[in-house]
């Protein structure tokens, strides 16, 4: 049972667009959300994260988005960069230390 | 400090042998976490360490794995008696108590042949 997902696999932008990275989540007792980011033969890496008190945070070019009601998120990047291009992970917190993760989207940015 | 690191990067072994990854945690981070990848999935949380205690740990972790953190420091994760499944990339992180602030290796591939 997949309690966080992400249903489009991949996505492809023109350097400057805008990206729009989709999440949703089932389990209501989730109460942190955290986007990683991941480059071939490297590990995840922090990128920005959201409470659930929050319905938005800013980092420079990365915006999340949180609906609970919708029980959905989205990472924002504008403008897009190639340096973006890798696999981005949604990963969410509730009432333990374990990160629960989606499968991963690929993000290109062609130049 | 350099982060965390995973030693060894690779390791290919034959199915039915014994395997053991290392991970050092950024030195002053008490919480050292292994999570598990395989491909076309996002990690998979195995175990976590607060200190030298195991705090946690999943159903995945069959009783063919073992994690060990003997002096809160470094910790060891051991595969028993392979099985071409335990193949995927083994990611080891930590964080200085509070969860929002993994910070993760760059993960032990392996591969039982």
């Known amino acids: 049972d997949q309690q966080v997902k992400q249903n489009s696999p991949s996505l492809s932008v023109q350097e400057g667009r805008i990206s729009i990275l989709n999440c949703d989540y089932t389990?209501?007792?989730?109460?942190?959300f955290l986007w990683y980011k991941k480059y071939p033969a490297e590990g995840p890496t922090f990128l920005i994260s959201i409470s659930s008190i929050k319905d938005k945070n800013e980092d420079g070019r990365f915006t999340v988005f949180l609906n609970k009601s919708a029980k959905h998120l989205s990472l924002h990047i504008v403008p897009s960069q190639p340096g973006d291009s890798a696999v981005y992970f949604c990963a969410a917190l509730g009432g333990s230390d374990m990160l629960v993760f989606g499968k991963g989207m690929k993000l290109t940015v062609n130049p | 400090d350099t982060g965390v690191s995973q030693d060894p990067r690779h390791k290919i072994t034959k199915r039915g042998q014994n395997v053991t990854f290392r991970c050092d945690p950024i030195?002053?981070?008490?919480?050292l976490y292994w999570y598990r990848q395989t491909l076309g999935q996002g990690p998979e949380f195995l175990t976590y360490f607060q200190n030298e205690a195991q705090l946690e740990k999943s159903r995945l972790l069959s009783d063919r794995f073992s994690a060990e953190r003997p002096k809160g420091s470094f910790s060891t994760l051991e595969i028993q008696r392979t099985e071409q499944g335990d193949s995927a990339m083994y990611l080891c992180?930590?964080?200085?108590?509070?969860?929002?602030?993994?910070?993760f290796g760059s993960g032990t591939r392996l591969t039982v042949v």
């Open positions: 992180a930590s964080s200085a108590g509070s969860s929002y602030g993994y910070t």
């Open positions: 030195s002053e981070h008490n919480r």
């Open positions: 389990n209501s007792m989730f109460d942190y």
